[in-house]
Nanobody, 124 residues
Framework: QVQLVESGGGLVQAGGSLRLSCAASGRTFSMYVMGWFRQAPGKERAFVGA????????FYADSVKGRFTISRDNAKNTVYLQMNTLNPEDTAVYYCAATTRRLWLPSLNEYHYWGQGTQVTVSS
């Protein structure tokens, strides 16, 4: 089992930045990919970006490319989502997820473990 805990959400003005953290515990050695997703009110959960746990390969949704950056600190078992130039459309609950399946790029349904989510609100 892997446990994931997100932190770092909050309220920020448009154009501002936030950094989310996702701390992993448990059988972290089994993780292959960690992803970030977000869910706005009334919308489905959407892919934001992902990173391979070992090699650090990343991939981003077009909507965040160039503004968001995913990184990881294996020593701390933590993945980060640096979000810059935020706009109100980025308002959502952000979730991190992990999968042990050796796939690139896994779909939403292929992630085994999910955090509880952290709210990000961007005011105009």
């Amino acid at each position: 089992q892997v446990q994931l805990v997100e932190s770092g959400g909050g309220l920020v003005q448009a154009g501002g930045s936030l950094r989310l953290s996702c701390a992993a515990s448990g059988r972290t050695f089994s993780m292959y990919v960690m992803g970030w997703f977000r869910q706005a009110p009334g919308k489905e959960r959407a892919f934001v970006g992902a990173i391979t746990w070992s090699g650090g390969t990343t991939f981003y949704a077009d909507s965040v490319k160039g503004r968001f950056t995913i990184s990881r600190d294996n020593a701390k078992n933590t993945v980060y989502l640096q979000m810059n130039t935020l706009n109100p459309e980025d308002t959502a609950v952000y979730y991190c997820a992990a999968t042990t399946r050796r796939l690139w790029l896994p779909s939403l349904n292929e992630y085994h473990y999910w955090g509880q989510g952290t709210q990000v609100t961007v005011s105009s």
